[in-house]
Structures are given as structure tokens and as C-alpha cells.
């Protein structure tokens, strides 16, 4: 007797193909949190078995964000020891910022020039909550808020490529932004920098807007400095 077994090793449809990517999906922004967030602090070591444990989600969608991450340099694979958080360097914050200087003053100036009266109120959106997070203390939010904020700028000025550069330098960076803003003086800072930015941006003067971002970026680089 011959038995049909088609059934057992059919393709995945569309539906589960989506589902799975959901779950990688998922997986991914909340491990990325974590990290950024010093959940899972730099230097400690990850079990893909634990953090579906962790996580509450399936091993496979686990291992595709763990393979994201690595790409993106918040974990690296050590040799026989496995996982681990990549630790923060100076040497990497200090190149992460001198890219920064480059791009995103240079992303600044062109969204001056493509500002629209949209983008503008969801710049100023993003700010005004901003400012109630911060008034109840919530680091968490205004780290956020911080990403939103400058990912609108690049959408704004026009280049997906950038954009994405941008993206990726933010978000390597991002763990020492949240231990930067637990600064209250320089948390002040940076709310004060983001409305010099908007400001400069609705002038539509590119010099202005170059210049408020690249002060914002080396405020940062200097309140850094201590804490490294």
C-alpha cells in the first residue's frame, strides 16, 4: 500500500509565509529594544532557547532576528561561546557620530528645502509629546520619540538610501543615548537642540539647518565623552 505524503511536505501559502515573517518581525523590535534599553546588557551573553523563552515566541522567528541584529552590530557570534550583546566602544560611538556629522548634517539641508506644512506639524507633534514624557520621567518614550523625530527629517529630505544609512547609525548608537538622556542636563539639551532644528527647518534657510543639526550632534559627541 502506497501512502500519500504530499500533504506533509507542501510549501507554506501566503497566509503562513506572512505569519512567520510577523513573528520575525516582532522578534526582532523587541530584542533590539531590549538591547537599546540595556535589558540585555552589552557583554552578556543570549541563548536563543532562553529568549523564546523570553519572548514567548518560536525558536525559527528568534534565530531571524538574532541573525538581523548580528548584521546590524548589536550582537556578534564569539567563537565556541556563543551570542553576545556587542559592547559599546568608544572608538565605534566616536565613528558612528563622525558619520553622522557628514550625513545627517548634509540630510538636514535637504529637508529644509522639501519642508511641507505636513511635515512640519508632525515634526512639532513629535516634540510637544516629547515634552510630556519627559515631564514624567519616561527615558524610555523620549528615546523613542528622539528616533521618530529624526527619522521624519530624513523621510523629508527626500533620499530612501540615506534615510536607511541614517537608520542604522541611530540605532547602533542608541544604547548610549538612553544612559545620555537618564542626564537630566543633557536631556534639557537635546529638547531645547530639536526645536532650534524644527525652527531651522521651517526657515527654510539650509545654513540654519545645517548648523542647528550639526550643534545637536556635537552636543551629543561631548556629553558622550563623559560618560565613556
Not at 527619522?151 to 541614517?166: F, H, P, R, S, Y
Amino acid at each position: 500500500m502506497v501512502v500519500e505524503t504530499k500533504a506533509k511536505t507542501r510549501k507554506p501559502d501566503a497566509a503562513e509565509k506572512k505569519a512567520r515573517q510577523s513573528l520575525a518581525d516582532i522578534a526582532y523590535e523587541e530584542l533590539k529594544f531590549r538591547i537599546i534599553t540595556l535589558v540585555y546588557e552589552p557583554g552578556s551573553y543570549l541563548n536563543e532557547a532562553k529568549l523564546s523563552d523570553d519572548l514567548e515566541i518560536g525558536r525559527t522567528p528568534i534565530h531571524h532576528a538574532v541573525r538581523r541584529l548580528t548584521h546590524e552590530g548589536l550582537i556578534e557570534m564569539i567563537p565556541r561561546k556563543g551570542l553576545i550583546v556587542k559592547a559599546i566602544s568608544l572608538q565605534e560611538v566616536s565613528e558612528i557620530i563622525d558619520l553622522r556629522l557628514v550625513n545627517e548634517v548634509y540630510c538636514a539641508g535637504q529637508a529644509s528645502e522639501r519642508m511641507t506644512q505636513t511635515a512640519e506639524h508632525e515634526l512639532e507633534a513629535i516634540l510637544k509629546e516629547a515634552e510630556e514624557f519627559a515631564e514624567n520621567g519616561d527615558i524610555q518614550s523620549q528615546m523613542m520619540l528622539d528616533r521618530r523625530f529624526h527619522d521624519k527629517i530624513a523621510q523629508t529630505a527626500g533620499n530612501q538610501v540615506l534615510a536607511e544609512v541614517l537608520r542604522n547609525l541611530h540605532e547602533r548608537s542608541m544604547r548610549i543615548w538612553f544612559v545620555s538622556l537618564n542626564n537630566e542636563t543633557h536631556a534639557d539639551r537635546v529638547r531645547s537642540d530639536h526645536w532650534d532644528i524644527l525652527n531651522a527647518l521651517k526657515s527654510g534657510e539650509r545654513a540654519k539647518a545645517e548648523t542647528a543639526m550639526e550643534q545637536h550632534i556635537l552636543a551629543f559627541k561631548t556629553n558622550i565623552g563623559k560618560l565613556l
